[in-house]
């Protein structure tokens, strides 16, 4: 080996070294654990809002401990707000200021489509998850709607049952809530549906709409629809919130057996009636189930998660049906409410 080969190899051998040694503190940042994804969604920090029609009546109520219960179980925040009385421009002025408090999702049960659309829109432009609960808006931009069960049947099973109690003839009138209420309209019109198709011997002669949907104003309109048709067999009270005026009225009349009473009540609201005789059946579901999936959807929804066509909720005792076509998510059949089952719920 010659002496100046020497010098050159360990100077090669240095600059080897040192260059092994830069590539390796340039890497050790992959060998570190990798820093938290700020895009990562977690259920503990969401905040999903539920607004009702109305707040202090067993219903809505219900919907409340539900949707407490899902974020107890699930993580996150459930913000149920209201009025006292069914108040379209008060939706919207409570929507607003969710939107302003930057909520993860927001649900409502409707009133009004034509006012809460635009308000609608505006959540979803501002990257909240919207969508509808209880009452629908199929023409918004709502992301899903969580129905109760669908509109057709429970307008269809609420005539059948009615039908059978008169004797499938007779007139029969209809006592709903607010005019603009979607869902009361579209049960109402599939309830027209099933008497013109299968009974053509029941007549329904006046849809009468009440102020707020109060009991007071149903009792008036009932007391109104026996005084204008004498011969009347039925009233269906469709709100939940008429259902007490109108089995009041015929009560106070002294018609108990001669005027069939029936509509969308909670057991707790037609608990009297149906142990006075007054009525035997109410239409309905289990409101707290639907509060339980309206939070559980809102949270799939504010985490980017899909739903599947047959939906696995945890805590709830039947699968959940997703239809894609409607963006319908599916609570499931009525519940009919009579004497054998009214005091087994507790709302």
């Known amino acids: 080996m010659s002496k100046r080969s020497f010098p050159f190899s360990l100077m090669a051998a240095i600059v080897l070294v040192s260059l092994l040694l830069s590539a390796c503190s340039q890497a050790a940042p992959a060998t570190q654990a990798p820093a938290a994804d700020a895009d990562v969604k977690s259920p503990e920090n969401m905040r ?16 409340e401990e539900g949707g ?79 129905a109760q069960s669908t509109d057709k049947d429970l307008g269809y099973t609420l005539i059948d049952r009615l039908a059978g109690q008169i004797g499938n003839k007779g007139q029969i009138g209809i006592v709903s809530g607010e005019s603009t209420a979607t ?17 053509p011997e029941v007549e329904i002669v006046d849809v009468r709409y009440t102020s707020g949907g ?8 009932a007391q109104d629809l026996m005084t204008r048709y004498p ?22 009349a002294g018609k108990k057996g001669e005027i069939a009473v029936i509509g969308y ?3 707790a609201t037609v608990r009297p009636f149906i142990e006075s005789g007054v009525m035997k059946e109410s239409i309905l579901w289990d409101p707290k189930a639907l509060g339980y999936l309206t939070y559980w959807a809102g949270l799939q929804l504010a ?42 719920f507790d709302f």
């Open 265 to 267: 009540g909670s057991p």
């Open 68 to 146: 407490k219960e899902a974020a107890e179980k699930f993580g996150g925040e459930f913000l149920y707000v209201g009025a006292t009385t069914a108040s379209a421009p008060e939706q919207v002025r409570l929507m607003e200021n969710l939107i302003s408090q930057g909520v993860d999702a927001i649900s409502v049960s409707v009133l009004d489509s034509a006012s809460i659309n635009p308000v609608i829109s505006k959540a979803k432009a501002a990257g909240i998850a919207v969508y509808t609960s209880d009452s629908d808006s199929p023409d918004s931009e709502r992301q899903v709607y969580v």
């Open 48 to 63: 999903i809002a539920f607004i009702p029609q109305l707040i202090g009546i067993p219903y809505f109520t219900a919907m």
């Open 214 to 221: 109060s009991s007071e104003d149903a009792l008036k309109q």
């Open 183 to 199: 869902n009361l309209n579209t049960w109402i019109d599939f309830m027209k549906e099933r008497v013109s198709q299968e009974y």
């Open 303 to 344: 985490m980017g998660n899909e739903f599947l066509e047959v939906n696995e909720v945890p805590g709830m005792k039947d699968p959940v049906k997703y239809f894609a076509d409607t963006k319908i998510l599916l609570l499931g059949p009525p519940l009919v409410i009579d004497a054998n089952n009214v005091n087994d």
């Open 231 to 252: 011969e009347i067999k039925g009233i269906v009270a469709v709100a939940s919130t008429t259902v007490p005026g109108v089995a009041q009225a015929v009560e106070q």
